[in-house]
């Protein structure tokens, strides 16, 4: 299967540069292309994607709002002609960073990231069944079964994440952005930059924080809105 690609960026050259690039790469494919934040933004609401190709200076939403205002974004690769923006974007979970004028070989180190990280993130999950599951990947070797019933917290350590359950504590290669994506988003929310929680572990709600078995966890500043409305509209 190929990897599906977007492009977001208000420069016609700088699009077509990364569509002649893409199309010498036979496992990607572009799925579309838009010269705003916001028609982008209108299309991942009813699409998916693998991988988008970002701007950051573009007029009315820049490149870093559009990233903050995505609930569970795709892996993310900035395209820039500045680098002042680098660390800001390290802490969104960005992928790769690139300056425009991009060239061919460091646009390809940019894909074998996206190869790398695909792979190394790759989930088999079953929703087939009675009880869903996910097998993850916690050694070079051992695929782990988990039950999505069992999981209290998934917690990022940068380019890992600790998945605490009912039952043991795993440690996987993976972003937390990418791994929340693979959770079904009515039972899993992710509360912070650090920590997505299953909903119906959350056993108190207090202030700024919620209690699961025992830990509190702070709710980031950015998601206390979503966290309380979505806590909300669960209660009675």
């Not at 190709?53 to 870093?64: A, Q």
């Not at 061919?104 to 180190?109: D, L, T, V, Y």
């Not at 929703?127 to 996910?134: I, N």
């Not at 380019?159 to 937390?176: A, C, E, P, V």
């Amino acid at each position: 299967m190929k990897v599906k690609c977007l492009i977001i960026d208000d420069e016609p050259l700088a699009i077509n540069v990364i569509k002649n690039y893409l199309e010498q790469i036979e496992d990607f494919e572009l799925i579309n292309t838009f010269s705003n934040a916001i028609d982008g933004l209108n299309f991942l609401k009813s699409n998916t994607v693998d991988v988008i190709f970002l701007d950051i200076n573009m007029p009315v939403l820049d490149g870093l709002n559009f990233i903050k205002s995505l609930e569970n974004p795709p892996l993310l690769i900035i395209t820039s002609a500045y680098d002042e923006f680098a660390v800001e974007t390290y802490e969104l979970d960005v992928l790769d960073y690139l300056i425009k004028p991009i060239e061919f070989p460091r646009f390809m180190k940019a894909l074998n990231k996206v190869n790398r990280r695909l792979e190394n993130n790759k989930v088999f999950q079953d929703t087939s069944k009675d009880r869903p599951y996910l097998f993850v990947k916690i050694d070079k070797k051992k695929m782990k079964k988990i039950f999505l019933d069992e999981i209290l917290t998934v917690e990022s350590l940068k380019d890992y994440l600790k998945i605490n359950t009912l039952t043991g504590k795993y440690i996987i290669h993976s972003t937390l952005s990418d791994f929340t994506n693979l959770l079904p988003g009515n039972d899993f929310l992710r509360i912070h930059r650090s920590y997505t929680v299953a909903l119906d572990k959350i056993d108190a709600v207090e202030g700024n924080s919620v209690e699961i078995e025992g830990l509190r966890y702070v709710i980031g500043r950015s998601y206390i809105e979503e966290v309380k409305q979505k806590i909300l509209n669960s209660s009675i």
